[in-house]
């Protein structure tokens, strides 16, 4: 058995931004992920100039492949307009490699099935052991399964699905493009072009709100490729996208359980308007972290809801 004082399930951005501020308090840190980094992860990678700063970086140091836009291409409704803002897109597989490489821990391919908390220990597997434990195994962590489910159920209403594709393509249009509610998706669909030459095309909507509407996500898929072959912004392309799930932020009685923290997508709190994970999942990590190392509350109210928190206002009004 392998004893460490904390045990990290999940080397995404939440996994790693909790394991570097561990680490940098000089705790002992294993990170267990089932596979190896760099690793593919379905994700458009916007990100704000906030969530670099959280990862300790700017656009001048980061030395992947970082695209700024200045604004948005938005349809909402079938209603064009430009949305100026302050992005930018990474690629997942080249940035959270980055994070853990920064983080550092100790670090095993490992996936994990079966946890237990024996005498104040949790152990995993039969392999590790720790004195803490955090679940930053994303939507389908094994630390919600089974220390957070029975008492912190999550709403099937939260819960959005996603099929997307980042392939090498000759870029022509440089701009950001996001349509909402087109063709009666509860949801919105993008067109994010990045450095180098890739492009990541996507669309994501509420699961419940499709069933009740007898609808499917490959609708809005096919949808969507119709578009980008009849606009020009993707032509000739064969297409293999690949689909995932995860939460919008929620109100969740329990957050920590004992010496059980979770994190990220493994909470689930993705910003209500746009779905944006990364810099949520980052602050709760370290979050997590400064809790461990003071000994003090675990809370996640001071992450903010909404990726436009001015627009939400704008509509209430
Ligand atoms: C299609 C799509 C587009 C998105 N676009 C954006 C966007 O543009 N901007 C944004 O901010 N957010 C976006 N998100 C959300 C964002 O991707 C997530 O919120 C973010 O990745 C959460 O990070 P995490 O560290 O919690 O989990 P993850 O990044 O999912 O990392 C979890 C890790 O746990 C590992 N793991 C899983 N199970 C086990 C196990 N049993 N044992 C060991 N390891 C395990 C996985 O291999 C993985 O490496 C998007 C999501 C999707 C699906």
């Known amino acids: 058995m392998i004893h460490t004082d904390v045990l990290i399930i999940g080397g995404g951005p939440a996994g790693s931004a909790c394991a570097r501020q561990l680490k940098q308090a000089h705790m002992r840190v294993i990170l267990l992920d089932k596979v190896p980094f760099p690793r593919f992860k379905p994700c458009a990678g916007w990100v704000t100039p906030q969530v670099l700063k959280l990862v300790?970086?700017?656009?001048?140091?980061?030395?992947?492949?970082?695209?700024?836009?200045?604004?948005?291409?938005?349809?909402?409704?079938?209603v064009q307009f430009r949305l100026p803002t302050h992005q930018f897109a990474i690629r997942r597989f080249e940035f959270d490699q980055w994070c853990l490489q920064k983080a550092d821990p100790e670090f095993h391919v490992h996936e994990?099935?079966?946890?237990?908390?024996?005498?104040?220990?949790?152990?995993?597997?039969?392999?590790?052991?720790?004195?803490y434990l955090v679940g930053a195994a994303g939507t389908h962590c094994p630390v919600t399964r089974t220390f957070f489910n029975q008492t912190s159920p999550r709403k099937q209403s939260a819960l959005i699905v996603a099929q997307e594709e980042e392939f090498q393509y000759d870029v022509q249009d440089p701009r950001c493009s996001l349509w909402f509610f087109e063709n009666k998706l509860p949801g919105y669909a993008w067109y994010v072009p990045k450095k180098y030459g890739f492009v990541n095309v996507g669309v994501g909507g509420s699961i419940e709100e499709l069933k009740r509407r007898d609808d499917t996500?490959?609708?809005?898929?096919?949808?969507?490729?119709?578009?980008?072959?009849?606009?020009?912004?993707?032509?000739?392309h064969v297409f293999k996208p690949a689909g995932h799930s995860y939460y919008l932020r929620q109100n969740l009685p329990e957050i920590r359980n004992g010496n059980a923290f979770l994190v990220g997508d493994a909470l689930g709190l993705a910003t209500l308007d746009m779905g944006e994970g990364i810099g949520p999942a980052i602050q709760s990590g370290q979050l997590a972290a400064e809790a461990i190392i003071n000994g003090t509350d675990y809370s996640v109210d001071s992450i903010p809801r909404y990726s436009f928190p001015s627009l939400v206002g704008l509509r209430k009004k």
């Open 56 to 78: 300790g970086m700017d656009e001048e140091s980061y030395p992947l492949g970082l695209t700024e836009f200045k604004s948005f291409e938005m349809s909402i409704k079938g």
């Open 112 to 131: 994990v099935h079966e946890i237990c908390l024996e005498k104040g220990e949790y152990i995993v597997d039969g392999e590790f052991s720790a004195h």
């Open 217 to 236: 996500l490959k609708n809005h898929w096919n949808f969507l490729v119709n578009r980008l072959e009849e606009t020009g912004l993707i032509r000739g």
